[in-house]
């Protein structure tokens, strides 16, 4: 299937290099292009946006004493945020534009993997893309996630993340796509 | 029906107004010990004296931030150390749209465009530190009593974020400290420890009255209008008051809701759309 994603410019960053290289490598397979600035930090000339969240397996938020640690954690939503918001008038202008947050399945589901400040992190993601889909959505612009569960491999989540960066993928927004094998037992 | 938290020492923090202080009274009518902790004297003042009438000599109130896990620790400390060890915790900070819309304007109210990222990390201290910093100052003492409970007064739009208005910082983090509460539930359960989530919707507080206030210059429109408009929204044809969400809380700090935890229920008159 042509997902029509040659020549679009993508940005994907994150602490987790194994998730970006692979969404790069299946992107450009596509024909996409990246956009990453040699500043490093902004991106305001790319059509898709990929922010990748931070993993620290087995992190416990009732263990944690420092409250930097939750803050750190919350940094990889507004990491993204920056992102998103340096990328969105473009978008507007040309009126199409993707947004994927890749996080940790546990935010819909606690049995599906055990690192409770990426799903806490990934929490906030969900409810930004409900208000980004309600205020933009109409410009042709959606936000998506893609949550990582059970042993998903890099490979996996970078196919879920193109296909919602394809044309084939204009009609969702706001929506998560878990990709954990069957991993997660919740069903809402 | 007898809740069986006689003698239990509840902390309410937000305790001296609207939900906390339903909440709080409900729990000095059931016989328990309560600190209410609010950032203003005036009002603690004024709804302890209501509450010492209620019940005299257990009720107590510490003026103090709840946002600050270190100011957190000290208000547990003094609680203890008043009442002895704590058994139930409430978390009732609200986060800055509300302000904001008693002000008419401010970081609280606002659009994904608009918005800088310093204002995520404000609420997120608002909602989310203030809520993890009472419960992990308070579950030592239930750990060691086997015995605990941890509700939060969340919102309704942690599960369906609120789009039809400029609502941005609640609808990204409410869901965080829903999950949250979820996740603590799990960890907890086995120490006899349970951890709910509350989603208010439609509850009448002097809060709420502001934010019609607002809403109706905002779309010029009148006040009664604005309240018109949001009460047709509710299936129960009605806004809730303060003392029936109090009334689940209160179930739910209860001995008989020992099997409920990890939960997040809506208090809205049944304007939540999700199954």
């Not at chain 2, 709420?208 to 047709?232: F, G, H, K």
């Amino acid at each position: 299937m042509d997902l029509q994603l040659r020549g679009r410019r993508v940005s994907v960053f994150g602490p987790d290099e194994g998730i970006v290289a692979a969404c790069r490598r299946v992107l450009l397979a596509e024909g996409a292009v990246l956009a990453e600035s040699s500043s490093g930090d902004s991106y305001p000339e790319a059509d898709v946006v990929i922010a990748v969240g931070g993993v620290r397996p087995g992190s416990d938020l009732l263990e944690i004493s420092d409250p930097d640690e939750l803050y750190a954690a919350w940094d990889d939503v507004t990491n993204a945020v920056d992102a998103y918001r340096a990328a969105l008038p473009r978008m507007l202008d040309q009126k199409w534009g993707r947004f994927i947050w890749v996080g940790s399945a546990q935010a819909k589901s606690v049995d599906a993997e055990a690192d409770e400040l990426a799903a806490m992190a990934s929490l906030g993601m969900l409810g930004l893309h409900k208000v980004i889909t309600g205020e933009v959505g109409s410009n042709a612009i959606t936000a998506n996630a893609v949550l990582r569960g059970g042993i998903a491999t890099d490979e996996d989540v970078a196919n879920a993340v193109t296909f919602l960066c394809s044309e084939g993928a204009a009609y969702l927004s706001g929506i998560t796509i878990t990709v954990d094998g069957g991993a997660g037992s919740g069903i809402f | 029906m007898d809740y069986g938290i006689s003698g239990r020492v509840a902390i309410v923090s937000g305790g001296s107004r609207g939900i906390g202080r339903a909440i709080a009274t409900t729990f000095a009518h059931e016989g328990a010990k309560v600190v209410i902790a609010s950032r203003t004297l005036s009002n603690l003042e004024e709804t302890l004296a209501e509450l010492e009438e209620i019940a005299p000599g257990r009720v107590h109130g510490i003026a103090a931030s709840m946002t600050d896990p270190e100011s957190v620790a000290r208000v547990v400390a003094e609680s203890r150390d008043r009442f002895g060890p704590i058994s139930i915790a409430i978390s009732n900070v609200i986060g800055h749209v509300i302000d904001a819309a008693k002000e008419g304007s401010g970081p609280g109210a606002g659009t994904f465009e608009g918005m800088g990222t310093e204002a995520y990390r404000e609420e997120f201290t608002q909602l989310l530190i203030s809520s993890w910093a009472l419960a992990r100052a308070c579950v030592p003492d239930m750990q060691q009593q086997g015995w605990g409970r941890i509700c939060n007064i969340g919102s309704g739009v942690a599960r369906e974020p609120s789009t039809n208005l400029p609502h941005l910082l609640p609808n990204v983090v409410r869901a965080p400290v829903a999950g949250m509460h979820r996740l603590m539930a799990a960890r907890l359960a086995s120490d006899g420890i349970t951890v709910n989530n509350i989603l208010t919707g439609s509850i009448l507080t002097e809060r709420n009255r502001s934010y019609w206030v607002w809403l109706a210059r905002e779309r010029n429109i009148t006040v009664a209008e604005a309240t018109q408009d949001m009460t047709d929204r509710i299936p129960l044809g009605r806004f809730g008051e303060p003392s029936e969400m109090a009334a689940l809380v209160a179930f739910l700090c209860s001995d008989r809701a020992r099997m409920v935890t990890g939960q997040s229920i809506p208090v809205g008159g049944g304007g939540s759309a999700h199954l």
